[in-house]
């Protein structure tokens, strides 16, 4: 039973009045461990295919059974589960979560299938392509070519049946193109089954057999070697297109290079419904991540609370010690409190003033981090200590102005002293 089975498999698209045969009665059978290039030239329908394949998208008609599975019917929930468990994807823009160290985002698949062991599998598939030592990275901190990498180990996090990349070289030099298809191959050959769309011949001609589409049929379909053997191998990319078009009738040659080498396209709207639909969820089981400026918060906030209440427990208890009762003083007769009374007092007013400022240096504090984190998918642990910081600066900047309210509608009430 092959791994992917596809028969009369047609995509249409409803342009305005007229209808795009994006996928014209495709079939096609690929086997468990094989290694297939999809090429064709801008239009032919090879992102079209990869989406369906890749259960992103479902055929307007035709049937699509993979692993023995009819699954051209099955709906977003469903379809959403065989991607976590059963494919995996590498984009020519990576789609990795830029906040998220390498082996976080080579653990989001896990996240989704609520593995609770992730780290261990993340970092062997980073080894598989050769990243271990960039497991605490972040992808602004990786080259181009390590970025791909870490979104290959992500791709095969899972064990899949299968990989499917659209494009992987085409953000990439050749040379760094050159290793990543070293990693396919390699992958392949430890019984991966890779399914790969690309525009390069070149590249093409790395797998082991070629799916040449146009105006979304299949055109040519043939081991590489057949073709190799017939045509000599694909000249290198960098030439210019008139030298690397071989002679009349090739037509894989010609198509495959098609003159002018594309211009990358721009990400789907599926690659881009995957990655945004999917990172935040993903992201809230990433490990707790810290936010400059939390800490300071809650350290002024803690200090700020702790000197009000001191402060205010002090005046109380000075006053309780002297028996000191502003009400009690006698006019006539007036008489200093006693002066430890009156420094002790001072002081304790200054620590309560000094716990305001310090609470509103928690509140600033605690709005810049609570920013941060707002802006990093997934950090709800920075959220949370930016939220602690300011409402301990909240709270004691609020006490003083709700008594000092009270105190104003007391007044403005008679409250003080009218009813004796
Ligand atoms: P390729 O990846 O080979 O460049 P695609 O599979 O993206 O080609 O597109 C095949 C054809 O289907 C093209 O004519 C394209 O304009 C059309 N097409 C693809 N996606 C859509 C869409 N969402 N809406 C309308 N037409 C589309
Ligand atoms: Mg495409």
Redesign the pocket.
């Known amino acids: 039973m092959p791994l992917i089975e596809v028969r009369a498999l047609t995509k249409l698209?409803q342009?305005g009045d007229s209808v795009?045969r994006?996928l014209d009665g495709v079939d096609l059978d690929i086997q468990r461990g094989e290694f297939v290039a999809i090429t064709?030239?801008?239009?032919?329908?090879?992102?079209?295919?990869m989406h369906l394949l890749g259960c992103l998208d479902r055929p307007t008609s035709g049937v699509y059974r993979l692993d023995g599975r009819d699954v051209s019917g099955l709906s977003d929930g469903e379809l959403a589960v065989v991607r976590n468990q059963r494919i995996g994807f590498v984009f020519q823009t990576f789609n990795l979560i830029n906040r998220a160290t390498a082996w976080e985002n080579v653990a989001v698949p896990l996240f989704y299938a609520r593995k609770t062991n992730t780290k261990a599998p993340a970092f062997r598939a980073l080894e598989r392509v050769g990243l271990a030592t960039r497991a605490a990275h972040q992808p602004n901190e990786l080259s181009g070519g390590e970025r791909q990498r870490v979104a290959i180990a992500r791709a095969i996090v899972n064990d899949p049946l299968l990989v499917l990349a659209d494009e992987p070289t085409g953000n990439l030099d050749t040379r760094t193109g050159e290793q990543i298809m070293e990693i396919f191959r390699g992958l392949n050959e430890q019984g991966v089954t890779v399914i790969m769309?690309t525009h390069e011949l070149d590249i093409a001609q790395q797998a082991r057999r070629i799916v040449q589409?146009r105006d979304?049929k299949i055109l040519l379909d043939r081991p590489t070697a057949d073709i190799v053997a017939e045509r000599g191998p694909a000249p290198p990319r960098k030439l210019p297109s008139v030298e690397t078009a071989p002679s009349a009738g090739a037509v894989l040659a010609t198509e495959g290079s098609m003159g002018l080498r594309p211009v990358a396209?721009a990400a789907?709207?599926a690659e881009v419904a995957v990655a945004q639909q999917e990172a935040p969820i993903a992201a809230s089981a990433l490990p707790p991540r810290m936010v400059r400026g939390a800490t300071p918060a809650i350290v002024c906030g803690l200090i700020a609370a702790a000197l009000c209440v001191l402060g205010y427990a002090a005046q109380v208890a000075l006053q309780k010690i002297y028996d000191y009762k502003p009400e009690a003083m006698d006019p006539m007769h007036p008489k200093m409190p006693p002066m430890p009374m009156i420094i002790g007092s001072g002081i304790a007013s200054l620590g309560m003033l000094v716990g305001i400022v310090l609470a509103i240096l928690a509140i600033v504090f605690g709005y810049g981090a609570r920013r941060r984190a707002l802006t990093e998918i997934g950090n709800w642990q920075g959220r949370r200590r930016a939220l602690v910081g300011l409402i301990l600066g909240w709270v004691v900047v609020a006490v003083p102005v709700i008594v000092i309210i009270l105190a104003v509608v007391k007044l403005a009430t008679g409250g003080f002293g009218g009813a004796k």
């Open positions: 698209y342009m795009v994006a064709g030239a801008s239009g032919s329908g090879k992102s079209t295919i769309v589409m979304g396209p789907s709207p």
